[in-house]
């Protein structure tokens, strides 16, 4: 069975420039949540869903960031436009509806510049 | 609202040495709790996990108990490898706390175990 798989694994953009982050969960897994990582420090919460719905955005900045999953399968998360201190690793993660378990992507490290 | 404290690293041990990671937690509800490893290069991990009072949980010769007495879940191992270098999140889950099944993680340990 495949794992949660990111794309791309490395970004470095310019500041002010848009960028783009897609995610492909576990298969079955209904729950999809994006993590935000800084450096040195522990993933946060930016953003859960439960099939297609956002039940949990609160943590998400929303002047610059918005995320989707249309078909509550694949999500994407998008910055626009990046600031100098958007720079982390992203990461997604999937677990199946009522299970704790979550299985996490290796992560999109972003780099502005 | 909910909270995970970790001990600092970076934690440096000799190969064949006792591991310690200290983990102590605030919730409001009755939290599952979980210990995530992340290797050099790679994503999370899940190691091992607790879903409730007085639990063990244990994976790879890594064990931790769920203290709900002092809101711990001490990681430990009684002889760690070089290729148990890695960063080392307690977290935990607390879905009657209206969260659902995010976690809050704490802000990791990085272990390096030289030969």
């Known amino acids: 069975e495949a794992g949660v798989v990111q794309s791309p694994r490395y970004k470095i953009i310019e500041k002010k420039q848009p960028v783009a982050f897609w995610c492909n969960p576990i298969s079955g897994h209904n729950t999809l949540y994006w993590y935000l990582q800084n450096l040195g420090q522990g993933p946060e919460l930016l953003i859960r869903?439960?099939?297609?719905?956002?039940?949990?955005d609160s943590q998400l900045p929303k002047d610059r960031f918005s995320a989707e999953r249309l078909k509550g399968v694949d999500s994407t998360l998008k910055i626009q436009p990046a600031e100098l201190g958007d720079s982390a690793v992203y990461l997604c993660?999937?677990?199946?509806?009522?299970?704790?378990?979550?299985?996490f992507g290796q992560g999109t490290r972003l780099t502005v510049v | 609202g909910d909270s995970v404290t970790q001990m600092e690293g970076p934690v440096t041990l000799s190969e064949e040495a006792f591991l310690t990671i200290n983990c102590t937690y605030t919730a409001t509800g009755y939290p599952s709790l979980f210990w995530y490893v992340q290797y050099p290069g790679e994503g999370l991990q899940l190691l091992l996990k607790?879903?409730?009072?007085?639990d063990k949980g244990s994976n790879k010769g890594f064990e931790a108990t769920y203290r709900k007495e002092t809101t711990s879940f001490h990681l430990e191992k009684g002889s760690v490898q070089v290729s148990d270098s890695a960063v080392y999140f307690c977290a935990l889950s607390d879905p009657t706390s209206g969260a659902g099944n995010m976690l809050t993680f704490g802000g990791g340990t990085r272990l390096m175990v030289k030969p």
């Open positions: 869903y439960e099939n297609e719905e956002a039940v949990d």
């Open positions: 993660a999937s677990s199946r509806s009522g299970n704790t378990e979550a299985f």
């Open positions: 607790a879903t409730k009072a007085d």
